[in-house]
């Protein structure tokens, strides 16, 4: 599956964003689906997941109640909404999709294994 990822953009603190993830190739339905996210000098974190099968979502705890994941299985696309952004949310955005069993909560980077080219969310105070 490829992964494309865009809707980044510059916003101020308190303000929301939504990114967007086109999958093509195989449906992504079939995969663990998540985003990630790298701000520099930092090593990438997990910010928010879709299990494969149950479509369960879950989330870091520093983007809980903030953001959604969610998914458009018709347009095959997962989506990001951010939502009273803070400028500690400043990154390069990732979207990820990876073959786990179903069901699976998969916080790390390493069972994904299909990458977006990233998306640049710059939040100013």
């Known amino acids: 599956v490829q992964l494309q990822a865009f809707g980044g953009g510059l916003v101020q603190a308190g303000g929301s964003l939504r990114l967007s993830c086109a999958a093509s190739g195989r449906s992504f339905s079939s995969y663990n689906m998540a985003w990630f996210r790298q701000a520099p000098g930092k090593e990438r974190e997990f910010v928010a997941g879709s299990s494969r099968g149950s479509y369960s979502t879950y989330y870091a705890d520093s983007v809980k109640g903030r953001f959604t994941i969610s998914r458009d299985f018709e347009k095959n696309t997962l989506y990001l909404q951010m939502n009273k952004l803070k400028p500690e949310d400043t990154a390069v955005y990732y979207c990820?999709?990876?073959?786990?069993?179903?069901?699976?909560?998969?916080?790390?980077?390493?069972?994904?294994?299909?990458w977006g080219q990233g998306t640049q969310v710059t939040v100013s105070s």
């Open positions: 990820a999709a990876g073959s786990v069993p179903s069901g699976a909560v998969i916080t790390t980077t390493g069972p994904y294994d299909y």
